[in-house]
């Protein structure tokens, strides 16, 4: 399978305990994206990468969350002291850019993050 | 702020009816328009999307979607539906980057599909 793979799938989690996700997007895509999908709303956008570098954030993205993406590959999703307020499935996406061309964002599975 | 507006939270439809699923943004200044499906404990599809160009555009699974800028919609059509249709289907917008930038999406209408 070739798709943009994300892990794990389902984390539950204390409230105060941090939490990491990692996402693999399709390997040719230099950019990836992280989205939050609450309960019967459509997905929030939180941040993309072009490459290793971190192009735009959302203000959704509060100083608890940080997403790295170091080698312009996989990306984690790190969220410090998590809150009940976290509780979400967590999307990520990629796809590829270019300056004269653009190609759709393919979506992952998912994370769905529970807080106790 | 820029915002994307489906209607309609449900929508029921006999099987083999017509159906319409309704998206209004908010500015249609530098816009870029996409319908996403998302079945059952499963990722976004895309369905279609309007970068440029013809203002009907047609995606898989035999739906299309017309954009009109004076309206400022991207309603979502398919002549004849099946139970196989039944799912979530979200219109998403952006308006940088040529289309490449973060989505915003609408809330979504459910599809119900009716034998």
């Known amino acids: 399978d070739t798709g943009v793979s994300q892990n794990p799938r389902h984390k539950i989690t204390k409230r105060g305990q941090n939490v990491t996700f990692r996402c693999d997007p399709i390997?040719?895509?230099?950019?990836l994206y992280w989205y939050r999908q609450t309960l019967g709303q459509g997905p929030e956008f939180l941040t993309y990468?072009?490459?290793?570098?971190?192009?735009?954030k959302s203000r959704l993205l509060s100083d608890r969350f940080s997403a790295e993406r170091p080698k312009g590959s996989f990306s984690t999703l790190e969220i410090q002291r998590t809150e009940q307020g976290d509780s979400a499935m967590y999307l990520c996406a990629s796809s590829l850019v270019s300056a004269s061309s653009y190609n759709e964002q393919f979506f992952g599975p998912g994370t769905r993050l529970t807080v106790l | 702020a820029q915002s994307v507006t489906q209607l309609d939270s449900q929508v029921p439809v006999f099987e083999e009816a017509p159906v319409e699923l309704r998206c209004n943004y908010s500015s249609s200044v530098s816009v870029y328009l996409f319908w996403y499906v998302q079945y059952p404990n499963q990722g976004l599809q895309l369905l279609l999307k309007y970068l440029s160009g013809s203002t009907l555009v047609k995606g898989i699974n035999g739906f299309e979607a017309e954009f009109n800028k004076s309206q400022t919609s991207f309603h979502l059509r398919k002549p004849s539906v099946h139970i196989s249709d039944t799912a979530e289907y979200f219109c998403?917008?952006?308006w940088g980057g040529g289309g490449a930038d973060g989505l915003t999406f609408g809330k979504g209408t459910h599809l119900i599909i009716q034998p």
């Open positions: 998403a917008v952006t």
């Open positions: 390997s040719e895509h230099n950019r």
């Open positions: 990468f072009q490459n290793e570098a971190q192009l735009e």
